[in-house]
């Protein structure tokens, strides 16, 4: 039977509420200094072609996300005006697709943007983490309110080998890691929707540039 924990208000105090603060306040950070190391070349004035295309994708991306909300018929008559070969807004030819992934491999600017990027990323991430490990291994940092399966018991409860405590307890480490990648809404009321901190959906970007899948519409 799992055991029932009393958590000490302290933990609270000096653990899971500076963690939590640590990882919005270096979001934020990460932000500044990503725009701080792009290339002034790298930042013209918007093409209009790029910035037509980029709302032609957040219109199929809204038109997916809400597709329950109209008939099925409408539905796929939309699918074909976003995704048709011959027209579609979304279907980029092969070719063009590959010359645009050669000019962006060609841009050395792009290049050492890239790298900067993954250098802001990477460093914040590694020396947070290593401070979670020095200072907080080991601490039952909060308890979720309702009951989870023993499938959720490593992701919740990294760093503790307790296999008597209640799955729903959540360890330091493991907050750490939901701080890390559960923060987007709240980074895009802060920073925008558009911000440097979401590296999930910049990767999601670079790889629709590369050729995107009308099929996932």
Do not use: C
Not at 84 to 101: R, S, T, Y
Not at 109 to 116: E, G, I, R, V, Y
Not at 171 to 190: D, P, V
């Amino acid at each position: 039977m799992a055991e029932e924990l009393v958590l000490d208000t302290a933990i609270r105090d000096w653990v899971l509420i500076p963690l939590s603060v640590v990882m919005v306040l270096i979001g934020v950070l990460r932000y500044f200094v990503s725009k701080l190391m792009r290339s002034p070349a790298s930042s013209p004035s918007p093409d209009p072609k790029l910035v037509r295309e980029g709302q032609v994708v957040i219109r199929a991306r809204n038109l997916r996300s809400n597709s329950q909300f109209i008939p099925a018929k409408a539905f796929k008559a939309r699918k074909v005006y976003y995704t048709n070969e011959e027209n579609g807004l979304l279907h980029v030819p092969k070719e063009d697709a590959q010359k645009a992934q050669a000019a962006m491999f060609s841009d050395p600017n792009m290049a050492m943007d890239m790298m900067k990027k993954n250098l802001s990323m990477i460093v914040p991430q590694t020396l947070t983490f290593a401070w979670v490990n020095f200072f907080f291994s080991g601490f039952v940092a909060a308890k979720i309110p309702f009951p989870l399966t023993q499938r959720f018991r490593g992701m919740l409860q990294n760093g503790i080998d307790l296999s008597t405590v209640d799955v729903s307890y959540v360890s330091s480490r493991s907050w750490y890691f939901l701080n890390l990648f559960g923060l987007r809404g709240l980074f895009s009321l802060i920073l925008g929707e558009e911000n440097a901190t979401d590296d999930a959906q910049k990767m999601m970007q670079m790889g629709g540039g590369m050729g995107f899948n009308p099929t996932m519409v």
